[in-house]
């Protein structure tokens, strides 16, 4: 089975009205959390047999990575320097 894949973009998904009440710590702690979880799933998609666990997979990564790029847009909007934290 093979999938057409668009790619999403951050303007094709409602983010979180909330944002502009959460502080940069928590804006960076979620960036930390998105970029663990993106591993996590690049992980499992390496490990992955099933066609239909990949295309499930695919998705997901797809949907971690649009919310990833909203938090760094976010960091951007706001001048958070996340140079200085520590992702390790």
């Known amino acids: 089975m093979i999938l057409e894949l668009r790619q999403p973009t951050v303007e094709h998904v409602k983010m979180p009205q909330h944002t502009e009440t959460i502080g940069n710590e928590e804006?960076?702690?979620?960036?930390?959390?998105?970029r663990e979880e993106l591993a996590m799933l690049h992980n499992r998609f390496d490990q992955a047999?099933?066609?239909?666990?990949?295309?499930?997979?695919?998705?997901?990564?797809?949907?971690?990575?649009?919310?990833?790029?909203?938090?760094l847009n976010l960091c951007k909007e706001r001048k958070i320097s996340i140079k200085e934290f520590d992702f390790s």
């Open 49 to 71: 047999i099933a066609p239909m666990l990949i295309d499930s997979l695919i998705y997901e990564i797809q949907a971690v990575h649009i919310r990833y790029e909203y938090y």
């Open 27 to 34: 804006v960076l702690a979620t960036i930390e959390s998105l």
